[in-house]
């Protein structure tokens, strides 16, 4: 007698914010220990799998960039709505800029003279933080500008590295705003760092897709959803929707792609759609079995590639604490986790300010 699988139980908005985060965190730590290695590399260090848990490391593992600037993100966000609360309006993006500016100074990169000075808040004092791992050089010249970019007045111009979209998973966890906000909250704040369009829409692709997720979609529903809304903006870059419904495509084959033909079909992830493209395929194209299994084959499929595995793989395990919650992540891989009370401390400042 066959048995159908068990329909994982809708996780509540709590899990699904620690989901998010969490599962971020842990996509980009794996990532992180192969980022710069190709895939001949990999295998000749892990075996023909590749790097498959943390076991497998040597001297435990840290988060990179990715998850520091995604905290950093829900900080400036936090920080708007403690405002909001409080009954005075604030501009989100100018509270999401110098959020990336104390952020900046955790890297040890002076602002120029003309960049306010914004005063400390309790994420700053976070030592785990102020380690450099490999920030993205846009991130860093975007903001050491002193400028704050704008759709009008570009930094970086003609960057779409993948620094917007791997930061961009908090903003689709606000609850109770529309989908045109999430979209302009995201691709306001890529500005910030990227000038490129595909940057600004491939960060808010990635928002939408989380909103999506918490509505309720189903991750594939979700995706499609996104990418038409970002096809029906007036911005138009067309690599987006071509890496997109790619990695829709290519997802619904019988057998996934190896690592080689991954980056020659969708990219090696070091630009913006690249990486959001790679990320929801190893999500799309690993689907079945309990939540933790999917989580596990997910990120291993996403992050041993010659590419940026970090961001690859902190993009889908985002993906899949959004849509999963905690249940999917791997009591072994928290374990390995560097820092998760700083993580779990700003998902519980996040949820602080929107749900009380």
Same mark, same amino acid.
């Given at each position: 007698?066959?048995?159908?699988?068990?329909?994982?139980?809708?996780?509540?908005?709590?899990?699904?914010?620690?989901?998010?985060?969490?599962?971020?965190?842990?996509?980009?730590?794996?990532?992180?220990?192969?980022?710069?290695?190709?895939?001949?590399?990999?295998?000749?260090?892990?075996?023909?799998?590749?790097?498959?848990?943390?076991?497998?490391?040597?001297?435990?593992?840290?988060?990179?960039?990715?998850?520091?600037?995604? @905290?950093?993100?829900?900080?400036?966000?936090?920080?708007?709505?403690?405002?909001?609360?409080?009954?005075?309006?604030?501009?989100?993006?100018?509270?999401?800029?110098?959020?990336?500016?104390?952020?900046?100074?955790?890297?040890?990169? !002076?602002?120029?003279?003309? !960049?306010?000075?914004?005063?400390?808040?309790?994420? &700053?004092?976070?030592?785990?933080?102020?380690?450099?791992?490999?920030?993205?050089? *846009?991130?860093?010249?975007?903001?050491?500008?002193?400028?704050?970019?704008?759709?009008?007045?570009?930094?970086?111009?003609?960057?779409?590295?993948?620094?917007?979209?791997?930061?961009?998973?908090?903003?689709? +966890?606000?609850?109770?705003?529309?989908?045109?906000?999430?979209?302009?909250?995201?691709?306001?704040?890529?500005?910030?760092?990227?000038?490129?369009?595909?940057?600004? +829409?491939?960060?808010?692709?990635?928002?939408?897709?989380?909103?999506?997720?918490?509505?309720?979609?189903?991750?594939?529903?979700? !995706?499609?959803?996104?990418?038409?809304?970002?096809?029906?903006?007036?911005?138009?870059?067309?690599?987006?929707?071509?890496?997109?419904?790619?990695? @829709?495509?290519?997802?619904?084959?019988?057998?996934?792609? &190896?690592?080689?033909?991954?980056?020659? *079909?969708?990219?090696?992830?070091?630009? *913006?759609?690249?990486? +959001?493209?790679?990320?929801?395929?190893?999500?799309?194209?690993?689907?079945?079995?309990?939540? *933790?299994?999917?989580?596990?084959?997910?990120?291993?499929?996403?992050?041993?590639?010659?590419?940026?595995? &970090?961001?690859?793989?902190?993009?889908?395990?985002?993906?899949?604490?959004?849509?999963?919650?905690?249940?999917?992540?791997?009591?072994?891989?928290?374990?390995?986790?560097?820092?998760?009370?700083?993580?779990?401390?700003?998902?519980?400042?996040?949820?602080?300010?929107?749900?009380?």
């Amino acid at each position: 007698m066959s048995v159908e699988p068990k329909t994982p139980a809708v996780p509540s908005f709590e899990s699904r914010v620690y989901g998010t985060l969490l599962g971020g965190a842990l996509g980009d730590s794996l990532g992180y220990a192969v980022e710069f290695e190709s895939i001949d590399a990999i295998r000749a260090r892990y075996g023909s799998a590749g790097l498959l848990s943390f076991g497998q490391l040597d001297g435990g593992s840290h988060f990179s960039d990715d998850t520091q600037m995604t @905290l950093y993100t829900v900080d400036g966000l936090v920080e708007a709505l403690e405002w909001a609360n409080d009954g005075v309006a604030a501009d989100e993006i100018a509270c999401l800029w110098l959020a990336y500016l104390r952020w900046l100074g955790t890297q040890d990169v !002076a602002a120029a003279s003309s !960049a306010p000075v914004p005063q400390p808040r309790w994420i &700053d004092a976070q030592e785990v933080l102020h380690h450099r791992r490999a920030p993205g050089n *846009a991130c860093l010249s975007g903001l050491a500008t002193g400028q704050m970019g704008t759709v009008a007045r570009p930094v970086n111009a003609d960057s779409k590295g993948c620094g917007t979209v791997m930061r961009s998973a908090p903003f689709g +966890l606000i609850p109770h705003i529309s989908r045109e906000a999430v979209y302009k909250l995201s691709s306001d704040a890529s500005s910030l760092t990227h000038g490129h369009p595909s940057a600004r +829409l491939s960060a808010a692709a990635f928002s939408l897709l989380i909103h999506n997720i918490v509505a309720g979609s189903d991750i594939r529903t979700a !995706a499609a959803e996104a990418l038409d809304y970002v096809n029906g903006v007036p911005t138009k870059a067309p690599e987006l929707p071509e890496r997109l419904e790619a990695a @829709l495509q290519f997802s619904l084959q019988p057998t996934t792609l &190896d690592p080689e033909k991954l980056t020659e *079909a969708l990219g090696e992830g070091w630009v *913006a759609e690249e990486a +959001l493209a790679v990320g929801l395929y190893a999500v799309l194209a690993t689907s079945g079995g309990t939540p *933790a299994e999917h989580f596990r084959n997910a990120i291993t499929l996403a992050i041993n590639h010659s590419g940026d595995s &970090d961001s690859t793989g902190s993009i889908a395990g985002n993906i899949l604490g959004a849509y999963y919650g905690e249940d999917c992540l791997p009591a072994d891989w928290l374990e390995a986790l560097e820092a998760p009370e700083i993580i779990r401390g700003m998902a519980e400042r996040l949820l602080a300010v929107t749900t009380g």
